[in-house]
C-alpha cells in the first residue's frame, strides 16, 4: 500500500502531462482554438524562421555613419556623413557573375523565344560599356559576357530596370525550386509564354503549376495550395539600398547571427555591376 502512495504521485504528473499535450494552442485574443476546424480553421503554422535562398548570406542590421568619414579634400560634399540604422537582411555573397545572367537569358529565350522574341533581346547586358577613346578593349567587348573563362565574373552592362526585371525572375525560380523540394509541384521544364510560375500569380491562385500535393486544408478537410502565411516561399528578391550596400561593403562587426535569429528578416537582396 505505502508503495503504491509513493507511486501515485508520478503516475497523476504523467496524466497530467499527456492531458496538457493533447490541448491545442489558443488565441491570445479571442480565446478560440488555432487549427481547429470546429473552431473556425484558423492555422497558425510552426515556423522556424525564413528559409536562406541560394547565394545569400545575413548581415545582420546595426546603426553606422553613412557617408565621408575622412577628410573631403576636394569639398564635394556630395556624402555628408549621417548615422544611419539599417535592419536585418540578406544579400549576395558574391555579385551576379556572367554564367547567372546566362542562365536567365537562356530561360527567357526557352519560354518567350518564339512568341516574343524581343523579351529576351531587351535584357541584353550592353557589352559596349568596354569601349573607350583611350584603351583597347575590343577583347572585353566581343568575349567578356559569353566565354567560359568569364563565368564567374561580375556581369556589367545591365541597366536598373534589367536588374529589376532580374531580380523578378529569379524571385519566380527560387520559390518554384522551393515548392518543387516540399513536394508540392513537379518539376515542368515545359512552360511557354504566359504559362510559366509567378509567385504573385500563384498566391492570387491565378496559376497553380503542375500540382504534385497541395497542403492539407484544415477547414475543410481538403487540400489548398500554399499560402505567403505558411512561411514557405521567399519574400521578392530586390536590389539594396544605398544604406545596405555600404553597410554591407564596410563589414561591420555583428554582421554575424545564429540560425536561432534568422526569423522576421527583411527580402533578400542581389547585387549586379552596371
Known amino acids: 500500500m505505502k508503495n503504491l ?27 478560440w482554438q488555432y487549427n ?12 522556424e524562421g525564413q528559409t536562406t535562398g541560394p547565394n545569400l548570406v545575413l548581415v ?26 539599417v535592419s536585418s537582411f540578406y544579400m549576395d555573397e558574391t555579385e551576379v557573375a556572367n554564367i547567372d545572367y546566362r542562365e536567365y537569358l537562356f ?9 516574343y522574341p524581343e523579351v529576351t533581346l531587351n535584357a541584353l547586358p550592353d557589352t559596349l560599356v568596354w569601349r573607350e577613346e583611350l584603351a583597347f578593349n575590343e577583347p572585353f567587348v566581343e568575349t567578356y559576357f559569353r566565354h567560359p573563362s568569364y563565368d564567374n565574373y561580375p556581369v556589367v552592362g545591365v541597366s536598373w530596370l534589367q536588374s529589376n526585371d532580374y531580380a523578378q525572375w529569379r524571385t519566380d525560380r527560387v520559390n518554384e525550386m522551393i515548392l518543387i523540394e516540399k513536394g508540392v509541384l513537379n518539376p515542368n521544364a515545359e512552360q511557354k ?10 498566391l492570387a491562385a491565378q496559376y497553380q503549376g503542375s500540382v504534385r500535393k497541395n497542403l492539407k486544408d484544415i477547414k ?34 555583428g ?6 535569429r534568422r526569423a522576421h528578416l527583411r527580402p533578400p537582396h542581389l547585387s549586379l555591376e552596371r
Open 220 to 253: 475543410t478537410g481538403g487540400e489548398r495550395p500554399v499560402r505567403f502565411e505558411d512561411g514557405i516561399l521567399l519574400p521578392s528578391y530586390r536590389l539594396p539600398t544605398e544604406a545596405e550596400w555600404e553597410y554591407a561593403a564596410l563589414g561591420l562587426i
Open 107 to 115: 530561360w527567357l529565350e526557352r519560354v518567350f523565344g518564339e512568341s
Open 36 to 47: 481547429d476546424a470546429k473552431w473556425g480553421g484558423f492555422e497558425k503554422v510552426d515556423y
Open 255 to 260: 554582421n554575424m547571427v545564429s540560425e536561432k
Open 5 to 31: 502512495l509513493k507511486l501515485s504521485p508520478v503516475i497523476l504528473l504523467a496524466a497530467m502531462l499527456l492531458s496538457a499535450c493533447g490541448k491545442k494552442e489558443r488565441s491570445t485574443t479571442t480565446g
Open 60 to 85: 545582420e542590421g546595426g546603426t553606422f555613419t553613412m557617408g565621408v568619414t575622412d577628410q573631403d579634400v576636394t569639398y564635394d560634399w556630395n556624402a555628408i556623413p549621417r548615422r544611419v540604422t
Open 193 to 202: 509564354d504566359e504559362d510559366n510560375f509567378n509567385t504573385e500569380s500563384y
